[in-house]
């Protein structure tokens, strides 16, 4: 009975690491579900820094302003994940660092300097996560025809965590703390090493360059208009300055 069950559960797992194609879609769904879910502690962190720290809206605006600054380094991190290691590994890393993170944010009352470090840190991992799962995106999906549908997964499985995130967020805020809404966070992170596990990656042999050069390589894209198009349609999107943390403040103080 034992080896019968063994036999069978052998077979499916050979059959899911034979699903190439819908472990590929599995990491693209898991990693921006997680970056979706990701915001969970944030209304827990401004009822923190507004009510307890009583910080002002700029104040506010600054500290969160450091934290996007994790994202800005994004080529630096492409180059080191093209050229060290393999995506897998980095992705494995990345979540290993992030339930590290979560855990102190989570367990332990920090002195702000070190909040902000950790909060920090956590970015740079989703950053980090966010490329290289992303040049997963790019390279299998154009060896089967599938980016389009691939990131149409993403950006479905990105919004739904964000309403998820809103209204349990609000929850843990009136009703715990944002060392809470951390700690909930390990969960999804460790559901991420499933598809990492499954997901059959190609060994490809890299030949390694300095990152100078790869940077000069980048002037080619910033002569191609359609790419300009798309920065400043992009920079527009997300430049709201009435949104975010001054809105939050509003809703707060005006609409308690």
Known sequence: MLKKFMNITKNIMKNLKNNKIFWIYGLSAL?????????????????????????????????????HLAWFPKILWGFCIDNYFSRKIWITISIIIDII????????SLPLIFLITFMSLNAMDSAIRDVAVDGTMC???????????????????????????GLLGGYLADNFNYKIAFLCLIPFYLLMFIPVYFYREERVIRTKEKIIDTIKKYKIIFKNKGFLWACI????????????????????????
Not at 36 to 54: C, M, N, Q, T
């Open 101 to 108: 993170t979560v855990m102190v944010l989570g367990l332990w």
């Open 139 to 165: 390279i299998e999906g154009k060896k089967y025809r599938i980016t389009g549908k691939i990131q149409s997964i993403q950006w479905i499985f990105v919004t739904i965590p964000a309403i998820i995130s």
């Open 31 to 67: 990693c921006y579900f997680i970056q979706g879910i990701e915001s969970l502690p944030s209304l827990s962190l401004f009822a923190y820094f507004k009510d307890v720290l009583h910080y002002s809206p700029d104040k506010q605006m600054f500290i969160r302003s450091i934290l």
């Open 233 to 256: 349609f992009l920079f527009l999107y997300k430049f709201n300055p009435s949104f975010g943390t001054p809105l939050e403040y509003i809703q707060s103080n005006g609409f308690k």
